[in-house]
């Protein structure tokens, strides 16, 4: 029973960090919280009593709100570089699936695993960063090796 509540938070989490925070979207749940937060608040009641009591308390409101912006504000700016970081890996993988061993394909998806390390490695998240810098190792010396053989052809 202990772990529903980290299991609810992390479902919060993983839901929140998918979403594309625009300036909209940061106003219109401040909004939301804001209106709805208060109604629930003061219990249900007519209009008339909320407004009354929006009014009374609209320095805490507004309070709020601009706490909720500001979270809005992180989340956007700084957890959805990873998103972006990872949306760029993604499109190279799928490129180079065909071909693995195609240059045109294996070194720009070597070069968006390094810049996805080190976006994780950032924000502290080195086992992941680690394992991405493995990744493009691999795919660095797979390629040497193949093209080392073919100079050794050549010659």
């Known amino acids: 029973m202990a772990d ?8 919060w989490k993983d ?5 594309h925070w625009t300036r909209l979207k940061i106003i219109r749940l401040s909004l939301i919280l804001l209106i709805g ?15 009354t009591k929006l009014g009374t308390n609209f320095t805490g ?4 709100t601009v706490i909720a912006v500001f979270i809005a504000w992180y989340l956007r700016k700084y957890h959805n570089a990873l998103a972006l970081y990872r949306k760029d890996v993604r499109k190279n ?23 996805f390390a080190i976006a994780l490695t950032a924000q502290n ?15 660095e010396q797979r390629l040497r090796s193949f093209y080392g053989e073919l100079n050794k052809l050549d010659q």
């Open 4 to 11: 529903i509540p980290k299991l609810v938070l992390a479902v």
């Open 93 to 115: 993988e799928k490129l180079a699936r065909g071909d693995p061993d195609n240059p045109a394909y294996a070194i720009p998806l070597a070069s968006s695993y390094r810049a």
């Open 37 to 51: 937060g208060g109604y629930f608040l003061i219990g249900p009641g007519t209009l008339h009593e909320f407004l």
């Open 125 to 139: 998240k080195h086992a992941q960063a680690a394992f991405y810098n493995s990744r493009a190792d691999k795919i």
């Open 15 to 19: 839901h929140f960090s998918r979403i």
């Open 61 to 64: 409101y507004l309070i709020a």
